[in-house]
Nanobody
Framework: QVQLVESGGGLVQPGGSLRLSCVAS????????MGWYRQAPGKERELVAF???????WYGDPAKGRFTIARDFAKNTVYLQMNRLKPEDTAVYYC?????????WGRGTQVTVSS
């Protein structure tokens, strides 16, 4: 059973930065499409960014120019570096591993952007 464990969330002031980490059990980071989603209160879960098995990143409009997704194969870890954070980035951030019919989710990490 694949497990994804997120960390790195917290409270940050507007304009600040956070780096989220997602550690995966097993060697899936190199063979799955790895993504970050987020869900704010009262809103649907949305895709923030993903990186394909061929290492091509994709970013949703809110993330473009501010967030960077990267992975470390040796550590089975995917990162989401978030810069210039805004209050509207406040949400629970979830790690996702996707390979067609095999889809896994982490439990999420809370990010709160507030002064």
């Amino acid at each position: 059973q694949v497990q994804l464990v997120e960390s790195g969330g917290g409270l940050v002031q507007p304009g600040g930065s956070l780096r989220l980490s997602c550690v995966a059990s097993g060697n899936i980071v190199s063979t799955y499409e790895m993504g970050w989603y987020r869900q704010a209160p009262g809103k649907e879960r949305e895709l923030v960014a993903f990186i394909s098995a061929s290492d091509s990143p994709w970013y949703g409009d809110p993330a473009k120019g501010r967030f960077t997704i990267a992975r470390d194969f040796a550590k089975n870890t995917v990162y989401l570096q978030m810069n210039r954070l805004k209050p509207e980035d406040t949400a629970v951030y979830y790690c996702n591993a996707n390979r067609g019919i095999d889809i896994y989710w982490g439990r999420g990490t809370q990010v709160t952007v507030s002064s």
